[in-house]
């Protein structure tokens, strides 16, 4: 996790997550990758693949030749210039293994190859990063595959395969120099050696692979070494299953993580973290699912995995499918953080296993993790087809949570309980429910959801009233406010004599008429028009329902919006009027203007904003002699500032305008 910028965690995330869940568009290889590695906002991709393609291009369109090797831009996922071609006289060549020196001038390579651009190289290769060419002064012959990469200013340490380097016995680790010149340090290991790390002070190295014996004292998977000679010291007898294997490690200040596999039963599959003070056991996760990759950001430890059963950890049952991608604490495994963005194993002919390696790279104030493997989909965005690579970074969350599912509403003593399924977000575990009333919020819940628990919640809407039917919807929100749709709506009717009634009416006829076109008619318009010289007045018809049984109006409320227009924002107050003439929709123009009541109902102050909602709290005596008939009302203006407001014939159905009667006992 080397040279990242030092940027604010991405908003919205439960904490300590830093990166969210939204994969962003990055090319695509149309093989395995097994290997990542970055410098300088650049990420090099290794692997067994022959190509790369546009992010959404299937396989085998738009492609690109890349033999096993493609550099990228970290920050917008396209390819650089640099390419490589990794070949081999017979057999199939791949990259397994992928580090930079400590200056960000070489990469170095190792895997199955014995050509890198025509260059001979024996499995391990160094590559001049500012030139992408081999760097021919770097010679060294490596008898089998190399697994796994650690470097220093001065010497390149590797494992593998292998059982000679430079002719010499070395079994499944070595060292050289940049040159590639053979040094003294042997750690001999009985079986293949996969993942080395190189303690903080730089007096050690950590071990991982296959092996049972190093140095020929048992240490299972796991052991650690001096860096100047390889000599034991630390060895971890029966600390790891005999049946699990170390596949990565990962390191921060503190201490080094083990991404371990296992095959059969009784097997470990999930991550230990141990303190490089003593180098001993910190934590252990006892996931099952095979764990290929580990990389720390921040305070959190990464893990690329196909882990299909946590219970033994209070986490996740055993399911069917897999979970492949997980994010930690790097003090306690428990709980698991709220990061599940996930991919698929990838195709048949392959393990099988889905992502393979991670990395984290930083590039013009943004952190990306990538990551790479066999997966061919992006599970948590739709099944989307990406192969190969994909990639998060630490920006500002963009996606809502799912919409709450499974609503109810039950009477209770006291008022209506709400109920509904926690929705699920995929980087945000705590997320705000809004709950509505017809359209009104009434109540706001946290709550904490994961994808294995996703609990039911309730509200209690203790402001109901006898009688009356309500629906109710509910929202779900992460921290900045992305938010879901509402739900479907649940109704209850609440028992008893209702006391009270809101009734909201849309108008059932508008138009407005210009004093400067006295024949036109705008009844189809999308807006309508107010303003005192060059006049525009506008009118609105609604009809009227009688007053419920035993209960008389309270108070009547006139609302319009005002229209997107830049222009459509008024400093005038707006007198409302009765119309007393007749007019239709379709017909009224300036020249047949219908007459106007002297009195004024109320006024609509000042609509200065656009897209706002604006009302005049209308004369209730006025409106309650016109209830159980059409009432016809007038916007006009006796200013010079012209307000446009949207009609009913705006497109959507917000912002039309509306009469609000609220009725209730005498």
């Given amino acids: 996790m080397t040279g990242l910028t030092a940027v604010p965690s991405a908003s919205a995330l439960t904490a300590p997550v830093a990166m969210t869940a939204d994969d962003l568009p990055t090319w695509q290889t149309n093989g395995v990758v097994w290997a990542l590695a970055q410098a300088n906002g650049v990420v090099f991709a290794g692997g067994t693949f022959s190509a790369v393609r546009p992010p959404g291009a299937a396989a085998g369109t738009s492609e690109q030749k890349a033999l096993n090797f493609q550099a990228f831009n970290a920050a917008t996922g396209t390819p650089t210039s640099c390419r490589l071609s990794f070949t081999v006289g017979s057999g199939t060549a791949t990259v397994r293994a992928l580090a930079v020196s400590p200056d960000k001038s070489t990469l170095y390579a190792g895997g199955t190859f014995g050509a890198v651009n025509g260059v001979a190289a024996s499995n391990l290769v160094a590559i001049d990063i500012a030139s992408c060419t081999v760097r021919t002064t770097f010679k060294v012959s490596v008898s089998a595959q190399v697994r796994g990469i650690a470097v220093t200013a001065d010497t390149v340490y590797f494992g593998g395969n292998f059982t000679t380097v430079a002719g010499k016995t070395r079994q499944r680790f070595a060292a050289v120099s940049t040159t590639g010149a053979l040094k003294p340090f042997t750690a001999n290991a009985d079986k293949a050696g996969k993942a080395l790390l190189i303690s903080p002070d730089g007096t050690k190295v950590v071990l991982g692979g296959d092996f049972d014996t190093v140095n020929g004292a048992g240490s299972h998977a796991l052991a650690v070494v001096s860096a100047a000679t390889g000599a034991n010291v630390k060895t971890y007898p029966g600390f790891i299953q005999a049946t699990s294997t170390v596949q990565d490690l990962a390191a921060d200040t503190t201490g080094f993580y083990t991404a371990n596999e296992g095959t059969g039963g009784g097997v470990f599959d999930g991550r230990i973290a141990l303190d490089f003070g003593d180098l001993n056991q910190r934590w252990r996760d006892t996931c099952l699912g095979a764990t290929q990759s580990v990389e720390v950001y921040k305070t959190v430890l990464y893990s690329a995995s196909h882990a299909h059963d946590c219970s033994s950890m209070g986490q996740f049952p055993q399911m069917n499918d897999r979970q492949h991608l997980l994010a930690e604490s790097v003090t306690s495994p428990k709980p698991l953080l709220g990061w599940f963005p996930d991919t698929d194993d990838g195709p048949s002919g392959t393990e099988r296993i889905g992502p393979r390696t991670l990395i984290t790279a930083g590039s013009g104030g943004v952190d990306y993790l990538w990551v790479g493997g066999e997966f061919t989909r992006m599970a948590s965005n739709g099944n989307r087809p990406q192969q190969g690579l994909t990639r998060f970074a630490n920006t500002p969350d963009t996606r809502a949570p799912s919409v709450p599912q499974q609503v109810t509403a039950t009477t209770v003593g006291g008022g209506v309980k709400i109920g509904w399924q926690s929705s699920l977000d995929l980087d945000d575990s705590a997320l705000t429910y809004r709950i509505h009333r017809s359209g009104t919020l009434v109540g706001t819940v946290k709550g904490n959801s994961t994808f294995w628990q996703r609990p039911t919640l309730s509200f209690t809407d203790t402001t109901t009233q006898p009688g ?66 060059s006049a525009y007045h506008t009118f609105l018809r609604f009809s009227l329902p009688a007053a419920p049984s035993g209960m008389v109006l309270k108070r009547a409320q006139l609302t319009v919006r005002t229209s997107s227009d830049p222009n459509a924002g008024s400093a005038d107050t707006l007198p409302v009027r009765a119309v007393t003439g007749g007019w239709t929709e379709t017909a009224v123009t300036w020249a047949n203007r219908p007459a106007l009541d002297t009195t004024v109902l109320g006024s609509i102050p000042s609509p200065s904003a656009v897209q706002t909602d604006y009302s005049a709290t209308l004369t209730t005596s006025a409106v309650s002699a016109r209830l159980g008939g059409a009432y016809d009302l007038a916007v006009t203006s006796a200013g010079t500032d012209s307000a446009w407001f949207w009609s009913r014939s705006a497109p959507g159905t917000s912002g039309r305008p509306h009469l609000t009667l609220l009725f209730g006992q005498p």
């Fill in 468 to 533: 009356t039917t309500y629906a109710y919807q509910v929202t779900a929100a992460d921290g900045p406010g992305n938010t879901s749709a509402k739900s479907a709506s649940a109704s209850v009717a609440t028992p008893g004599t209702p006391t009270s009634a809101t009734v909201t009416l849309d108008a059932t006829a508008d138009a407005y008429v210009n004093a400067a076109a006295t024949s036109a008619n705008y009844g189809a318009d999308q807006q309508l028009a107010v303003r005192g010289s």
